[in-house]
């Protein structure tokens, strides 16, 4: 009973901070470009005011585009209850392993593609075209890193990996360094952030999440943002954890959870720092550079899938 508790609060802290991690990367934007920029705390009183406004619907619109919203949020926010953050052990992270957390990926951007091309915009059929060669592009590199990981753990569960990691001593593999820097790619681009695309802009030539989303108001454009920031908190936890599985908590003991909030918020706001730095410097490459960029990616797991059976198999 503890341990639902705990997954419960653990899936109840990955929804309430996505926000604050999507404000936090836009304040050191601001504070990079000499701008003072919203604060941190933002895209909270932004959801809030989308909450209180009316969602109007456009007449050629299907009961598709009424569910998408809630069936995005829902996938992402069941998403967030695999992904070991603060604790691993739980029981819901033993229910599904990674091959499931990219079918609910999968599953939350097929609603997304069909709401964008339900109303008939040619905007939101441009953007859903897009998101759908980017996605098949992304998930093959972004499989085949997580199987990097898996064949050297020897399971496919988020929290054995995490686990099997935090007990071995420190040692720095080929394998990992490729496998990582090939998933920082993946999740650059599944994010919707830059040089893939960029979510602050509404130009049709740099628009793939924003097209989806453009006929969308009040309560439902609420839901498809908030599921927006959901991904990229996933994507933000999985590398921290994966990569830098210090201080996750391996008890349900008060001060091992305290050390492990503690210490995925610090690394969680560096990353989010690395991840402004890098869109500063850095401009959105135009569309038809994105399979150049995530066919480095591939390639980059796949020299980590090589590197294990060639060197770390003994």
């Keep these: 009973m503890k341990g639902w508790l705990l997954a419960l609060v653990q899936t109840g802290l990955l929804a ?70 603060v604790a691993i052990g739980l029981p819901t992270a033993a229910i599904a392993d990674v091959i499931v957390l990219v079918g609910f990926f999968a599953l939350g951007r097929f609603f997304l593609a069909l709401a964008g091309m339900d109303v008939g915009t040619p905007f939101g059929g441009m953007g859903s075209s897009r998101e759908m060669t980017i996605a098949s592009l992304a998930e093959p590199a972004m499989l085949l890193g997580v199987f990097t990981l898996a064949m050297t753990v020897r399971s496919t569960n988020l929290a054995s990996m995490i686990g099997y990691l935090i007990e071995q001593p420190f040692q720095l593999y080929p394998s990992f360094v490729f496998a990582a820097m090939g998933l920082v790619l993946v999740a650059v681009a599944e994010t919707g952030r830059i040089p893939v695309d960029n979510p602050a802009t509404h130009l049709e030539l740099t628009m793939v999440h924003e097209a989806m989303i453009l006929e969308y108001s009040g309560r439902h454009l609420a839901l498809m943002e908030w599921g927006a920031m959901l991904k990229l908190m996933i994507y933000s936890v999985l590398l921290c954890n994966l990569f830098l599985p210090w201080g996750v908590a391996v008890d349900f003991a008060p001060l091992s959870l305290l050390i492990g909030l503690g210490a995925i918020t610090l690394k969680l706001l560096l990353l989010g720092t690395a991840l402004a730095v890098a869109e500063t410097g850095l401009a959105k490459m135009r569309l038809f550079r994105v399979p150049q960029y995530l066919g480095l990616a591939f390639i980059l797991c796949l020299l980590g899938m090589l590197s294990h059976v060639i060197l770390e198999v003994n």
């Design 16 to 85: 309430f901070g996505a926000p604050f991690l999507a404000g936090w990367v836009k304040w050191i934007k601001c504070r990079l470009q000499s701008r003072q920029g919203p604060p941190p705390w933002q895209p909270y009183r932004d959801l809030l005011r989308l909450f209180g406004k009316e969602a109007v619907v456009a007449e050629t619109a299907s009961p598709i585009f009424r569910v998408a919203p809630y069936v995005v949020f829902s996938v992402t926010a069941l998403a967030c209850s695999v992904v070991p953050m």
